[in-house]
């Protein structure tokens, strides 16, 4: 079944002007005909079905046909992560998609180089993995923004998973093991890793754990799956 995102308020009877990449997606890629059913979502009226009215090049039109799922949201959790460079971070944001964060917070740290993110690029990959898992809201990519920044606008509530590759920090599953549910975020950091001053700082916060993922030292893309993942499993939707 193809699932589609769209802007647009869903409502039954609604007619759907697709964009040009998606008609040619559904056009010339899935040779969708008149009278196909697929699913739309946007994130906040939950998931429709809906038909194709007509198919031209640059312009499919849907008709919106009736309520599929009502619209739900998975654990609050955020994806932090210092810029790196463009394949893992976009592997990054598609498997944060995937994996179930809310939000990707790019943050640009003292060993990152911010030259040449493309945040509307990565929006669009959050945007496809989330029609591909069948999720019905989409990660919201922000901006870059400097890690002192962040940390001095932290939400107050929200606890922060601090993966730190030094070798001292607590096993991950052991620092989660009774933690409470509820607003959290994950930080990873970038290639050169966080600087000392960087590190100090963060482990001196209230509301941040710093962890380790083994004694293996990870890519940060390899970092950002795992911690995903044992956080999924330890205090997200994973669990029954
Ligand atoms: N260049 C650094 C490694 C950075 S790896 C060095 O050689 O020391 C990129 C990021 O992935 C790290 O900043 C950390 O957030 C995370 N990471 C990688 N391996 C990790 C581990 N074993 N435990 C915890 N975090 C890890």
Redesign the pocket.
Known sequence: MIRLFVNAALGAGAELVLDEGQSRYLGAVMRAQAGDELRVFNGRDGEWRALVAKVAKRAVTLQVIDAARPQGAGPDLDLVV?L?KRAPLETIVEKAAELGARRVRLAITE?TNADHTRVDRLQAIAVEAAEQTGRLDVPQVLEPVRLEKLIGGWEPGRRLL??????D?KP?LEALTGQPVGPWAI????????SPKEREALRGLPFAIA??????????D???I??LTLWQAALGDWRS
């Open positions: 210092a790196v060993r601090f993966c730190d590759e030094a070798g920090a991950v930080l990873i950091g970038p290639e050169g890793g966080f962890v380790s993922l083994g004694p293996r030292i990870l890519r940060a390899t970092a950002a795992s911690a």
